[in-house]
T-cell receptor, first 112, second 117 residues
Framework: SQQGEEDPQALSIQEGENATMNCSYK?????LQWYRQNSGRGLVHLIL?????REKHSGRLRVTLDTSKKSSSLLITASRAADTASYFC????????????FGQGTRLTINP | GAVVSQHPSRVICKSGTSVKIECRSL??????MFWYRQFPKKSLMLMAT?????????EQGVEKDKFLINHASLTLSTLTVTSAHPEDSSFYIC?????????????FGSGTRLTVV
C-alpha cells in the first residue's frame, strides 16, 4: 500500500522560479528518497536522505526531512523547462527493509 | 553508474496470450529485484519482490498465478503476465538496488508499456 502523500499533486511555475514539493509518510523509515519520472519513462534517482539527516543538497536540489512530523520537502531552485516531470518521494521502511513505498507524486510543469 | 535494462519497452498482445518482461542488472549483481505497476498519471504500486534462487514475495492483492516471477540468476528477473486481459494493460517497471546497501537509491528500468487487445 502507498504510505506517502505528496502535495501539491500538480504544480505549474515559470522558468527561473523555485519549485517546492512536500511529502508526508506514516511509519518509521530507514531513509527517504526522491525520484523523477519523465512521461512514459522509468524513474531516475535524485537524492537519498537518511532518517538521521535533516537536510541534503545536490546541485539545484535541496531536500529536508523532519522525522517528528514524518514529512520531507524537495526544493528545485532556478527551475528550467527540462525539469518538467513527475516527482515522487519513496520511503524505505525499517521493517521489511528493502521495499520502497512511493508517494502519489507531484506533476511539475515549468513554463518557458 | 548502475544500470538496469528492461525489455521490451512496448508490447501489444492478444487477450489470452502470455507476455514475458525481462529485467537485467548490467553492471552489478542483484539478489533482489522489485516489480511495479503504474497506471496513467498514478504512482507506482509494488507488485512483488523477486528473490534470486527462491520464490518471489507478492504484495497483498497481487495474483501469483497471474504474474509469474522468476529470478534465475543474480542479474536477471522476469515477469510473465499469463493469460493477459485488457485490464492487465499498464506500465510495468522493475528496479534493483546496487551495492553498497543503504548508500544509494534504487535503479529503475525504463519500463514496459503493455497493451492487451
Amino acid at each position: 500500500s502507498q504510505q506517502g502523500e505528496e502535495d501539491p499533486q500538480a504544480l505549474s511555475i515559470q522558468e527561473g522560479e523555485n519549485a517546492t514539493m512536500n511529502c508526508s509518510y506514516k511509519t518509521s523509515i530507514n531513509n527517504l528518497q526522491w525520484y523523477r519520472q519523465n512521461s512514459g519513462r522509468g524513474l531516475v534517482h535524485l537524492i537519498l536522505i537518511r532518517s538521521n539527516e535533516r537536510e541534503k543538497h545536490s546541485g539545484r536540489l535541496r531536500v529536508t526531512l523532519d522525522t517528528s512530523k514524518k514529512s520531507s520537502s524537495l526544493l528545485i531552485t532556478a527551475s528550467r523547462a527540462a525539469d518538467t516531470a513527475s516527482y515522487f518521494c519513496a520511503t524505505a521502511l525499517i521493517q521489511g527493509a528493502q521495499k520502497l513505498v512511493f508517494g502519489q507524486g507531484t506533476r511539475l510543469t515549468i513554463n518557458p | 553508474g548502475a544500470v538496469v535494462s528492461q525489455h521490451p519497452s512496448r508490447v501489444i498482445c492478444k487477450s489470452g496470450t502470455s507476455v514475458k518482461i525481462e529485467c537485467r542488472s548490467l553492471d552489478f549483481q542483484a539478489t533482489t529485484m522489485f516489480w511495479y505497476r503504474q497506471f496513467p498519471k498514478k504512482s507506482l504500486m509494488l507488485m512483488a519482490t523477486s528473490n534470486e534462487g527462491s520464490k518471489a514475495t507478492y504484495e497483498q492483492g497481487v495474483e501469483k498465478d497471474k504474474f509469474l516471477i522468476n529470478h534465475a540468476s543474480l542479474t536477471l528477473s522476469t515477469l510473465t503476465v499469463t493469460s493477459a486481459h485488457p485490464e492487465d494493460s499498464s506500465f510495468y517497471i522493475c528496479s534493483a538496488r546496487p551495492p553498497p546497501e543503504g548508500a544509494h537509491g534504487y535503479t529503475f528500468g525504463s519500463g514496459t508499456r503493455l497493451t492487451v487487445v
